[in-house]
């Protein structure tokens, strides 16, 4: 089991451009979230999709969008980018609904986005 | 709203000293605190739980609720233990879990 994988790993972008980050969770889980993890700073909770859905979402703006597929891989995408967007972006998956005591959530390595 | 405070962002030790990371939390509800810890270079993974009430690595950490604390410690540090360290919270249960909140962080350094 190679756990949450993530790419790319690193990229550059314009400001204004747009970027699609991909993720793909740990085997037999069906639950992932993105988090954003800027420079000196823990990291922040974006969305979580479950069964193709966005559930829950932090505190970010419109700009940030995302998507599940049926194999419960997903996409973080961010348009319009300005200078504050770079980061590392982190994904997470879990297995909803199952007992706390039994339910850990898994991060990916992430993917390092500077915007220039 | 919920909010994870650390409020060491260094802290060095010298090996075989004991070392306590701090970690208060706010949290109307039933929380679920965690400490998740990121070696050099590898991912961020999970340390310990608080329902777990296990040792990993001789770290412990103990909630309480009344001065809504988790700190993490070990009695004797070692070098492998430096690393940057994160406390976390989630509420238990439900759909809600999932979603962190995370604390800035510690790094720790043990010395030789």
């Known amino acids: 089991d190679a756990g949450v994988t993530q790419s790319p790993t690193h990229l550059i972008k314009t400001r204004g451009q747009q970027v699609t980050l991909r993720c793909s969770p740990k085997?037999?889980?069906?639950?992932v979230s993105w988090y954003q993890q800027a420079l000196g700073q823990g990291p922040q909770f974006i969305f979580q999709?479950?069964?193709?859905?966005?559930?829950q979402r932090g505190n970010f703006p419109d700009r940030f969008s995302g998507h599940q597929f049926p194999n419960y891989s997903s996409e973080l995408n961010v348009n319009a980018l300005l200078l504050g967007d770079s980061a590392l972006y982190l994904c997470?998956?879990?297995?909803?609904?199952?007992?706390?005591?039994?339910?850990?959530?898994?991060f990916g390595e992430g993917s390092w986005l500077t915007v220039v | 709203a919920q909010r994870v405070t650390q409020p060491e962002k260094l802290l060095s030790v010298f090996k075989g000293a004991p070392v306590e990371l701090k970690c208060n939390y706010s949290?109307?509800?039933?929380?679920?605190l965690f400490w998740y810890v990121q070696y050099s270079r590898q991912r961020l993974q999970l340390l310990l739980r608080h329902i777990s009430r296990e040792s990993i690595k001789g770290f412990t950490a103990d909630l309480n609720k009344g001065e809504t604390s988790f700190h993490l410690k070990k009695p004797f540090a070692q070098e492998e233990d430096s690393a940057m360290y994160y406390c976390a919270l989630s509420r238990q249960g439900g759909t809600s879990y999932g979603k962190l909140t995370f604390g800035q962080g510690t790094i720790l350094t043990v010395h030789p």
């Open positions: 949290y109307s509800g039933s929380p679920e």
């Open positions: 997470a998956s879990s297995l909803l609904g199952q007992p706390s005591s039994g339910n850990t959530i898994y």
């Open positions: 999709y479950y069964e193709e859905e966005e559930r």
């Open positions: 085997s037999g889980h069906d639950t």
